[in-house]
């Protein structure tokens, strides 16, 4: 008895690899018979964000598709099928944007000259020569603002120079900025440049002690007028003699006009011209040609639609394991394969009915693609409201895909519902799953506890033995 007892509490049943105790064993043997149980919660919690992870992705098309298809909703969704483009045979000289007001047509322009910041200039002084300015404080006018700078003692031609510079830059309401040069090692001047382009900009002021200083005075520079006095090398003056010379000159199919700005917006109707350089006398001019964008349109209205529309398809496609588990889910599929390829009574007598009219070929697996770019280019040339009605109408693409979202997105949408309930299970199945590791920990401990009692009470017991059979043994001798 006392062999077969102590062989079950030294090598544990032949269980014991010399690193655990057979107490360790016992209980390492009881937790591997409730380990399902954790396992089984465990795979449950991650069935579980695994949906959750899925309705996410799956929301995220849904917004992105809403969003393509609201855009074709709005008062203006029509205008998006009538763009066109303006080329320009020489995109380094004049390049073009152009909207949907604008007309099929060929211009010749000619970009004369570019417009340009008017630049006032200071006459050359001494940079470290005392200011005659120094302990005054002046103001002065340029352009219609007054600035005021005070002037130190000690103030050099350079640091009275600095002074004037920091009172303009630091006026927010400044139409021009102001730089010190140091033209030679020994000489400075001051640079007034105004920060518009054109005539209207051109770089007016009222006499001053400061501007005399500077060598700036109305009666020596003539401003405001065609017949400015231009700077030297040492004296004050204009850049441009000619105040008009800071507009833009175009000559557009013969005819001259100039413009403040090298952004001309209100030359040819719905076309925006941005001017990148002048051209010479013996340049040829610019040809600009307007026709209707249809692949403007094939690109930056109808393929992002589709590409929404196949992304959310595919996405389903992608994941039948969670469309299996979910009718709803599985119904908003078929829907969406099916009014893709339903026919658009909106549309009109003798217009495209259906997506496949245009040129757009629905796949196996329902996404789109436009396979047939003639088609869709010549339906647009001919007349872009059929195509634009196809989309736009009370029972277009865009309105039948509203109506197959409709219930699934929102507060009160499906997935808000199903995601509030799955994150209400997920911290449910983890609260059940701790609660049962607590009471599988607190099982093992009591079975600790009644093991190392059961072996104190065989130690005690086989000593008692041992003592009991050295007696019986001495008496017998």
């Not at 640091?159 to 090692?185: C, H, L, Q």
């Amino acid at each position: 008895m006392s062999d077969i007892l102590g062989t079950a509490f030294s090598v544990g049943n032949g269980l014991s690899s010399g690193s655990e105790s057979n107490t360790d064993l016992l209980i390492s043997a009881f937790r591997r018979t409730k380990q399902p149980q954790i396992d089984a919660l465990n795979k449950r919690k991650t069935d579980l964000e695994n949906r959750q992870t899925f309705l996410n992705g799956f929301r995220t098309r849904l917004e992105d598709l809403q969003s393509k298809f609201t855009s074709f909703n709005d008062v203006s969704a029509n205008t998006k099928f009538f763009a066109s483009k303006t080329t320009s045979s020489d995109n380094s000289v004049l390049s073009t944007s152009t909207d949907t007001t604008a007309v099929a047509g060929t211009y010749s322009l000619k970009v004369n000259r570019l417009a340009t910041n008017d630049v006032l200039v200071s006459s050359r002084k001494n940079k470290n020569a005392a200011s005659t300015l120094a302990g005054t404080t002046q103001n002065f006018e340029i352009l219609g603002i007054t600035y005021s700078a005070e002037f130190g003692v000690d103030d050099t031609n350079e640091t009275a120079f600095t002074k004037i510079a920091a009172a303009i830059n630091g006026d927010a309401t400044s139409k021009i900025r102001a730089s010190v040069v140091k033209d030679t090692s020994s000489t400075v001047r001051l640079s007034f440049t105004s920060k518009t382009t054109g005539t209207e900009e051109n770089i007016t002021f009222t006499d001053s002690e400061v501007l005399n200083d500077l060598g700036i005075t109305v009666a020596g520079l003539n401003p405001n007028t065609d017949a400015r006095q231009v700077l030297s090398a040492t004296n004050a003056g204009y850049q441009k003699a000619n105040k008009s010379d800071l507009d833009a000159s175009l000559t557009l199919d013969g005819i001259e006009v100039t413009r403040s700005t090298n952004t001309i917006a209100d030359l040819i109707t719905g076309v925006t011209l941005t001017l990148q350089k002048g051209q010479s006398l013996t340049d040829n001019p610019i040809t600009l040609t307007t026709n209707k964008d249809a692949e403007g349109v094939a690109k930056n209205v109808i393929q992002p639609l589709l590409d929404s529309f196949n992304d959310t398809l595919r996405y389903l496609n992608n994941n039948t394991s969670q469309l299996r588990a979910d009718p709803a889910l599985q119904g908003f599929r078929s829907r969406l394969r099916g009014v893709i390829s339903e026919s658009v009574s909106s549309a009109g007598n003798n217009n495209p009915k259906y997506l496949t009219e245009l040129g757009i070929t629905i796949a196996a697996d329902g996404t789109l693609s436009i396979s047939d770019r003639k088609k869709l280019d010549d339906l647009l040339a001919d007349n872009p409201q059929k195509v634009a009605d196809l989309f736009t109408g009370n029972d277009g693409v865009a309105s039948k895909l509203e109506r197959v979202l409709n219930g699934f997105l929102g507060d009160t949408g499906l997935i808000n519902s199903r995601t509030t309930d799955l994150r209400s299970q997920i911290v449910s199945v983890g609260t059940r799953t701790k609660d049962v590791q607590q009471r599988i920990d607190a099982q093992a401990e009591s079975l600790r506890k009644e093991y190392e009692n059961l072996q104190r009470n065989f130690l005690k017991a086989q000593s008692q033995f041992s003592a009991l059979s050295a007696f019986t043994t001495s008496n017998t001798l």
